[in-house]
């Protein structure tokens, strides 16, 4: 079966310090993977998705950045974070295959920039 | 542009009593709707979609593409429905979901 996985489950970082999250996905090829981000009064919005290694598209401009070394792994990045990367972010898989296939999502990241 | 809009935050209903929360969208092609829910400490995961036309955990969502919303509704709320309740869209050319803001559901005893 498939699984994803996604860590650290909360991290606390200074402003402009650097940020790695990391989301893999077990039991699936070629998976479709995002990046959203859940902010309070502003529900679930999607920072990046993938559609394969090294195919990043942006969804809003931001000093975030996406990477996807391998066909099961998906990274946020950061040089410098800033209060406003505050959130929770969740990494998401779904099939290739079917527009309408749902979305897998991970246990989510709270990341807290102080 | 594509845009799903949930209007309520927050609904709170005794249980038993009737639910619907409420999701509008704009998409300028046919839409895939979606309604994914997160319970307490849990993951956030697919409740159902409008293509199966399902009704799972007695939630049914009907497609209205006159008024372009996709309600989710009912009858007999339970405490265990307590939840936040996502409405969603999927673009059909990128297969990105698009969600709403979202809205929690409480169901009071």
């Known amino acids: 079966s498939q699984t994803i996985h996604q860590w650290p489950a909360t991290l606390v970082q200074p402003v402009g310090s650097p940020l790695s999250l990391e989301c893999t996905v077990e039991?699936?090829?070629?998976?479709?993977l995002y990046w959203y981000r859940q902010a309070a009064g502003r529900g679930l919005q999607l920072l990046f998705y993938?559609?394969?290694?090294?195919?990043i598209s942006s969804e809003v401009p931001q000093n975030l950045s996406a990477s996807r070394p391998q066909d099961r792994q998906f990274i946020l990045s950061s040089k410098k974070l800033l209060l406003s990367d505050s959130g929770f972010y969740l990494c998401?898989?779904?099939?290739?295959?079917?527009?309408?296939?749902?979305?897998?999502f991970g246990n989510g990241t709270r990341l807290t920039v102080t | 542009a594509q845009r799903v809009t949930q209007p309520e935050k927050l609904l709170s209903v005794f249980k038993g009593a009737p639910v619907e929360l409420k999701c509008n969208y704009s998409?300028?092609?046919?839409?895939?709707l979606f309604w994914y829910v997160q319970y307490s400490r849990q993951r956030l995961q697919l409740l159902l979609r409008?293509?199966s036309r399902e009704s799972i955990k007695g939630f049914t969502a009907d497609l209205n593409k006159g008024e372009t919303s996709f309600h989710l509704k009912k009858p007999f709320a339970q405490e265990e429905d307590s939840a936040m309740y996502y409405c969603a869209l999927i673009h059909s050319n990128t297969g990105k979901l698009i969600f709403g803001q979202g809205t929690t559901l409480q169901v009071k005893p």
């Open positions: 998401a898989w779904k099939r290739r295959a079917g527009a309408i296939a749902p979305l897998h």
């Open positions: 409008h293509i």
């Open positions: 998409y300028s092609g046919s839409p895939e």
């Open positions: 039991g699936t090829s070629n998976p479709n």
């Open positions: 993938s559609v394969g290694i090294g195919q």
